[in-house]
């Protein structure tokens, strides 16, 4: 111990040899728990429903700026006379925009904390979303869009944050109720569109799209950061306290002994034994975990992990998957607009033509996202669930942000099907497409590996 006066305040770093001392001394005859055992004895309680208000927000803003994708197009083709292949073009930007951010904000949260990236993304997709409302043409509100996708591109943070702070017992119950806030979203947009463009011009939506993000940023600093992502940096006093503060909230009390982690990624950097490695200070040992990956570059290190042995079966077929239900979901929202406008045109070869009123491109939006796509949202749901639980604490945002990546690869393909496939009059080869991606997507579910129901997040 350093010569450290105790006064109001605490030396932490004494405390810190303190409780590795005490750690590594009394590990034989001191009882200990993990944050699972904490979650586990507090169960789900008012702090847990907070996190999940405020990461609701943040897919309900997700969810909104992607259905604005449906109505943005048409409207701003017939204000610009944009080409309908520029008209595809603005879809697939921000899905390009949602590709680099889920890579970048995945890494960024591994690496630097989720409370950051549910920070900066929040910033960029407010700011840059009401800037698009003010675009004076085509090319800035291409460009515009492209980094509101960005932005949104860290909705997997914002889940995989929230189901950090769940107890393994009840998590897919509180994933189901967590997608509610999706739906809200996608029928907020629908609605909002079907009044605002009625009345008022795209400029308004966009605006008024904005909002939720906006909204998120009152509250940050409430937010707390993850026990699990601190117990992987080894900030182990950081996570005992938010585990006090959930406790106090929650109107529980933490289980008695040490909190400790005994994370995945201790076995794989343990090469050899000697009796030298039992004098080393555990805090050393915990430092060497901590820095395991980083000492291989960062991102090529956790990609490295991520294609390992254990992980390589679950990884490519969470990527297909993802990419699947992407090209698929976001593909039927394209493809309720288009069809309605095509059918005025085509000689539909669907088995029945559409015949509609311009007004009522908005209903049908607005009942396709209660209903058409419910299957969709419920496989993306349990997606959201499962990718997060397969994955180990220090490289789970960056696993689910590559697989979330791959995911909008199929968002930025999906337009030139729906939009460039209708307006070639193709109709049945566009709808027979979508068919035959989410057919494999569900042979891929059928042969994953590892059934995490229940089971304790690494």
């Known amino acids: 111990m350093s010569n450290c006066y105790y006064t109001r305040s605490l030396c932490l770093e004494d405390l810190r040899d303190t409780f590795y001392f005490a750690e590594s001394a009394g590990a034989a005859n001191m009882e200990t ?20 208000a405020y990461a609701g927000m943040g897919w309900v803003a997700e969810a909104m700026e992607v259905m604005l994708l449906s109505f943005l197009g048409p409207v701003v083709r017939g204000e610009w006379n944009v080409s309908p292949q520029d008209e595809s073009i603005l879809s697939s930007v921000v899905f390009a925009g949602m590709l680099i951010g889920a890579f970048t904000w995945g890494f960024i949260s591994d690496r630097y904390g989720r409370r950051t990236v549910l920070l900066l993304s929040t910033l960029l997709t407010s700011g840059l979303g009401f800037l698009s409302a003010l675009s004076p043409n085509y090319f800035c509100l291409l460009a515009l869009r492209f980094f509101v996708g960005i932005g949104v591109g860290s909705g997997h943070v914002f889940s995989s944050w929230f189901l950090e702070f769940v107890p393994a017992g009840n998590r897919g119950t509180w994933m189901v109720i967590f997608s509610f806030f999706w739906t809200i979203g996608t029928v907020l947009e629908a609605s909002l569109a079907w009044v605002v463009l009625s009345a008022l011009s795209w400029r308004w939506l966009l605006a008024l799209s904005s909002l939720p993000c906006f909204l998120l940023l009152p509250f940050f600093r409430v937010t707390p950061e993850s026990p699990r992502y601190l117990c992987a940096q080894n900030r182990m006093i950081d996570a005992r306290l938010v585990l ?215």
């Open 33 to 52: 728990y993990t944050t699972d055992d904490a979650l586990t004895v507090m169960g789900f309680g008012k702090f847990q429903a907070l996190v999940l």
């Open 244 to 458: 006090e503060r959930m406790a106090n909230a929650n109107q529980a009390a933490l289980p008695l002994g040490v909190l400790t982690y005994h994370g995945e990624t201790k076995i794989d950097c343990i090469t050899h034994t000697s009796e030298d490695e039992h004098l080393i200070r555990v805090r050393e040992k915990e430092h060497t975990v901590v820095n395991a990956i980083s000492s291989k570059s960062g991102a090529i290190a956790a990609l490295y992990k991520l294609l390992s042995h254990n992980l390589l079966r679950s990884t490519l077929l969470l990527w297909f998957v993802y990419y699947a239900s992407s090209f698929a979901y976001y593909g039927i929202a394209l493809l309720t607009s288009q069809l309605s406008d095509v059918n005025r045109s085509c000689s539909s070869d669907l088995i029945f033509e559409m015949h509609q009123k311009d007004g009522n491109l908005y209903k049908d939006t607005f009942i396709t996202s209660l209903a058409a796509r419910a299957c969709g949202t419920g496989g993306t749901t349990v997606l959201c669930l499962y990718a997060p639980e397969v994955y180990p604490t220090s490289v789970r945002s960056t696993g689910v942000g590559i697989a979330t990546a791959i995911g909008k690869i199929g968002g930025v393909v999906c337009p030139l099907v729906a939009v460039g496939m209708l307006r070639s009059c193709h109709q049945m080869a566009a709808v027979l497409v979508f068919e035959l991606v989410l057919f494999l997507a569900g042979v891929a579910c059928i042969v994953f590996p590892v059934e995490t129901k229940g089971r304790e997040m690494d």
